[in-house]
């Protein structure tokens, strides 16, 4: 279990997580890192999810983004195709978010590729909880997005069991 949350602010788009890692009812590890830079260093994707189908996905979408020139658009497409029509890429169990300078996208397995409204997406045990807070604090703050998802993780560790408040971030920026 994990919560994820990306939010688009003036010149920053900032993608961050938590750091608990569940086995069921048991905290395994509490400073796993869930994000990760990847294409050069262009895109930052963070994934909910089973680990080990978390870097599958991944590899799958540095693989279409090189694939595309690096088009988060066309890789993200592409990728949700796969996802949803391969045998074995159809069962694994993550959601991802993916964030360039431009987009930002929450893709999963059964096909979707969201682009979100107010440029904030949040996924994971405390996704509904981050969503919300970073809404709130997107329209009633001039906080910046690194803020704003520092926060809103901090509000989701303390309702969600299986979200903690060791947030790790990237951030990309936009101009």
């Known amino acids: 279990m994990t919560t994820i949350v990306s939010v688009r602010r003036g010149d920053a788009v900032v993608v961050a997580g938590?750091?608990?890692?569940?086995?069921?009812?048991?905290?395994?590890?509490?400073?796993?890192?869930?994000?990760?830079?990847?294409?050069?260093?262009r895109v930052v994707v963070?994934?909910?999810?089973?680990?080990?189908?978390?870097?599958?996905?991944?590899?799958?979408?540095?693989?279409k983004l090189k694939e595309y020139n690096h088009s988060l658009v066309r890789a993200a497409v592409e990728m949700a195709k796969?996802?949803?029509?391969?045998?074995?890429?159809?069962?694994?169990?993550?959601?991802?978010?993916?964030?360039?300078?431009e987009h930002t996208f929450l893709l999963s397995g059964t096909g979707d590729v969201i682009q979100p409204d107010?440029?904030?997406?949040?996924?994971?045990?405390?996704?509904?909880?981050?969503?919300?807070?970073?809404?709130?604090?997107?329209?009633?703050?001039?906080?910046?997005?690194?803020e704003i998802c520092r926060q809103s993780l901090g509000i989701a560790a303390e309702i969600c069991v299986f979200t903690n408040d060791n947030i790790s971030l990237e951030t990309i920026q936009t101009t």
Do not use: C, H, P
């Not at 395994?28 to 830079?37: E, F, G, L, P, Y």
């Not at 107010?118 to 509904?128: F, L, N, Q």
């Not at 703050?141 to 690194?146: C, G, K, R």
């Open 18 to 41: 938590d750091g608990q890692v569940s086995m069921g009812n048991t905290v395994m590890k509490s400073s796993a890192t869930k994000i990760r830079r990847i294409a050069d260093g």
């Open 46 to 63: 963070g994934f909910a999810g089973s680990t080990a189908d978390a870097m599958t996905l991944f590899e799958k979408l540095e693989a």
């Open 82 to 101: 796969d996802w949803r029509g391969d045998k074995y890429l159809r069962r694994l169990e993550a959601l991802m978010i993916a964030a360039d300078a």
């Open 118 to 146: 107010e440029g904030v997406a949040a996924i994971g045990s405390g996704g509904a909880f981050a969503l919300a807070a970073a809404r709130a604090l997107v329209r009633a703050t001039d906080l910046s997005a690194e």
